[in-house]
């Protein structure tokens, strides 16, 4: 557990002032949205890169160890890329599906007392 905490806090720190920083909690979802969507886009282009790596270890192998080698990591790139792929499409699909047309998020709107009106 004490390993744990060490790694969190290097992490929180770095958070810190973004939270901090953020009027609402509109502002706090849409910085980690913003985050998200980077963190998914590097990993789409990782794959790719993983991808092109299996290719060119599979073009350059002079042997049959290195060729088969370089396929399985090509392999498993393009099932990477698939799976994210795959998961925007279910998503794109439960929105289309749902009528959801924002992705902005859903929070009720807090109690308004209107001061002025007599009960």
């Known amino acids: ?20 920083s953020a009027a609402t909690l509109i502002d706090t979802l849409v910085l980690a949205s913003t ?23 599979y073009l350059i192998s002079l042997d049959h160890d290195n060729a088969n080698e370089g396929l399985k990591i090509m392999f498993w790139g393009i099932i990477a890329i698939f799976v994210m792929v795959s ?17 902005d998020p859903v929070i009720p709107k807090g109690i308004v ?7």
């Open 113 to 119: 007392v209107n001061p002025g009106r007599t009960y």
């Open 87 to 103: 998961i925007w499409g279910i998503i794109r699909l439960l929105q289309s599906t749902l009528k959801v047309t924002s992705t």
């Open 35 to 57: 985050f998200l969507n980077g963190v998914i886009g590097l990993f789409i282009t990782l794959a790719i890169v993983v991808f092109f790596w299996g290719l060119i270890k």
């Open 1 to 20: 557990m004490a390993s744990f905490t060490r790694a969190a806090f290097p992490i929180l720190a770095l958070l810190l002032p973004s939270i901090a």
